[in-house]
């Protein structure tokens, strides 16, 4: 356990005046942990002339595939390419609905569209934020193709209700892993219960290569087209046509796009899945320390895990309500931001944003409790990289917040 000895050191009045830490040291939220391995990696790709997509990707994909316990693994260069590619070989199109959460990054939506459907949102549960399988079953209608669950913050979405509700309507369920690497759901890895598992190797995500993703699916078939599209439609290995056998002609056998990723980035990620245990447990470590010490403040905090599920503690989110701390959010946030601690917020409902509204004509409160969490949750440093003085200035910085 963390050692924050936090919520006695903040009333002396010095306290008060100086910030939690100094700008200098201003926390930087969602700063990944960066080893001498991934530098040695990274140097040696650029040594070796192979930057771009390589011998190490391929490496990433049979490792991470491994890791999952999957039957195949294709990298592309984000989770949003990933989800993009995912509907195309689900062959979601014009005159498709697709249902997701209302409570998202704004790339699960924008990537239906992309596909050419219309995204349907469902609103979340209120202590799990995560998609309500009930309220999914509510939007079916005949053109909905598929269910695009989201394992918000690494909680697993109820994925025997989504199943049976796929199976009821004979829909496709596409995951949206960039929160889930190291979730389970009784006893499965998520990102192998829908045909396909897109996941996120963002900066900020419990693995990075910088910016890159993967998909997992349970198909041959479907594996071989996701590679042909993530590298303009040129037909498949078309990556090893400089490789050091001579030359090689492809042809492209479809309109694809630039999606693939670049060994630079898999010489991060083969590194990082290497510690992704280690790292987890920091962070669950973390996780605890905070639902300990803020306990008892007049803040909403996580639910603790499910039972027969494996939380990823990819976020730390806590809901101010107004009402209980006579202080708004956004106040909030600009008050640890002058403690100089980074904080994030994850994430305003889609219905707030102005291009949903005017297409769809969506309005935030048809999603009521998204709507009510996307204006009380904010999210607080949960990298491995903390120390444990870091965990304990952001302890502190909270009740100096709070009690101001
Ligand atoms: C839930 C969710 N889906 C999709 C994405 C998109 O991931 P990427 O930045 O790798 O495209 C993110 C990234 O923040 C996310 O949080």
């Not at 926390?27 to 070796?48: Q, W």
């Not at 499965?188 to 190797?201: K, P």
Request: include cysteine; aromatic fraction near 10%; proline fraction near 5%.
């Amino acid at each position: 356990m963390v050692s924050t000895a936090a919520s006695a050191t903040v009333s002396p009045a010095a306290d008060l005046v100086a910030p939690v830490r100094s700008s200098e040291e201003f926390l930087i939220f969602g700063a990944p942990l960066i080893c001498d391995e991934e530098e040695r990696e990274i140097l040696s790709s650029l040594r070796s002339g192979w930057l771009g997509t390589g011998p190490k990707v391929a490496q990433l994909e049979r490792e991470f595939r491994d890791y999952k316990e999957a039957p195949y693994a294709v990298a592309v260069n984000s989770c949003t390419a990933a989800l993009h590619l995912s509907m195309l070989a689900a062959g979601i199109g014009p005159g498709d609905e697709v249902i997701t959460t209302a409570l998202t990054f704004c790339a699960t939506v924008n990537t239906i569209i992309h596909a050419g459907a219309r995204p349907v949102l469902a609103d979340v549960d209120p202590a799990t934020f995560n998609i309500d399988p009930q309220d999914v079953a509510a939007k079916i209608t005949s053109c909905t193709k598929a269910i695009v669950p989201v394992h918000f913050a690494g909680r697993a979405c109820d994925m025997d209700a989504l199943a049976a509700i796929a199976q009821q309507h004979g829909l496709m369920i596409i995951e949206d892993c960039a929160h889930a690497v190291e979730t389970t759901y009784k006893g499965r890895r998520a990102g192998t219960f829908g045909t396909f598992g897109c996941f996120s190797f963002y900066v900020t995500k419990n693995m990075t290569t910088g910016e890159g993703g993967m998909i997992l699916t349970t198909d041959e078939k479907h594996a071989d087209r996701l590679k042909i599209l993530a590298l303009h439609g040129m037909s498949k290995d078309a990556w090893r046509r400089f490789s050091d056998d001579g030359y090689k002609h492809y042809y492209v056998v479809e309109c694809g796009y630039k999606y693939n990723m670049m060994d630079i980035q898999a010489a991060i990620g083969i590194h990082q899945l290497r510690r992704i245990e280690k790292n987890w447990e920091r962070r669950q470590e973390i996780w605890a320390t905070y639902q300990n010490e803020f306990a008892g403040l007049p803040i909403g905090l996580p639910a603790q895990p499910d039972d027969g599920t494996r939380h990823a503690y990819h976020l730390y989110t806590v809901l101010i309500d107004p009402e209980r701390t006579n202080l708004t959010r956004d106040q909030f946030i600009a008050d640890m931001t002058t403690e100089n601690i980074g904080v994030g917020v994850h994430y305003q409902s889609i219905p707030v944003h102005p291009y949903y509204q005017e297409r769809f004509g969506w309005r935030p409160e048809d999603n009521p409790y998204s709507f009510r969490i996307g204006q009380q949750t904010v999210s607080l440093p949960l990298s491995p990289k903390l120390t444990d003085r870091d965990v304990a200035d952001v302890v502190r910085a909270v009740y100096k917040v709070l009690h101001r």
